[in-house]
């Protein structure tokens, strides 16, 4: 089954990062990069083309990185309003990171960080998808993938008979299976 190439929109605070991280994240084969200087660009793109995955950068000039999400999710005209957001920042504060996940940004990443730790994290989002921002409910952050966990079972430590706990162990019985020795 051929693997669809995918469109990462990059903006970032300053032409030379940007550059910089599209140079690595072009490496995926899989990965088709989009640069953007501005904001107006973006937006101008998303109206005509889908895009698959945003990096953002909080320290650029213009509206904060969250302003910018929250807009994009509200356009109704964007082909790709549910677009998987991974936001870039030199620090996070309580307030900043309330406001990314109102704004539906899926991860943020604290800066300086390794390009291709970011091409990592880009690959691990686009392989695991939710379905559900993709259906037009949820628009917050992916949640971890729960996995349903069997039953716990008791584990006798006394005698179901009566309330007698044994005082003195077993010697004939090893107290721990398969460590015998």
């Given amino acids: ?27 995926d084969s899989h990965l088709n990069v989009r640069q953007f200087d501005s904001e107006i660009d973006l937006i101008a793109y998303m109206r005509i083309a889908p895009v698959d995955m945003l990096v953002c950068d909080f320290d650029r000039e213009g509206r904060p990185a969250y302003e910018m999400v929250e807009g994009i999710r509200l356009n109704d005209d964007l082909i790709s ?34 390009p291709r730790h970011l091409l ?40 179901t008979s009566d309330n007698v706990v044994q005082l003195f162990p077993d010697r004939r019985k090893p107290r721990h299976p398969g460590l015998e020795g």
């Fill in 1 to 27: 089954m051929p693997v669809s190439t995918k469109v990462v929109a990059i903006i970032a605070a300053n032409p030379a990062l940007s550059s910089l991280l599209a140079m690595v994240v072009a490496g």
């Fill in 81 to 114: 309003q549910d677009v998987p957001v991974i936001a870039l920042t030199r620090t996070i504060t309580p307030p900043m990171r309330h406001q990314a996940i109102s704004a539906g940004i899926d991860e943020v990443i604290i800066k300086p960080m390794s």
């Fill in 120 to 159: 990592q994290r880009i690959q691990a989002r686009l392989r695991g998808r939710s379905v559900v921002g993709a259906l037009g409910g949820y628009r917050g952050p992916d949640r971890r993938n729960r996995i349903s966990m069997p039953a716990l079972q008791p584990v006798p430590t006394r005698r």
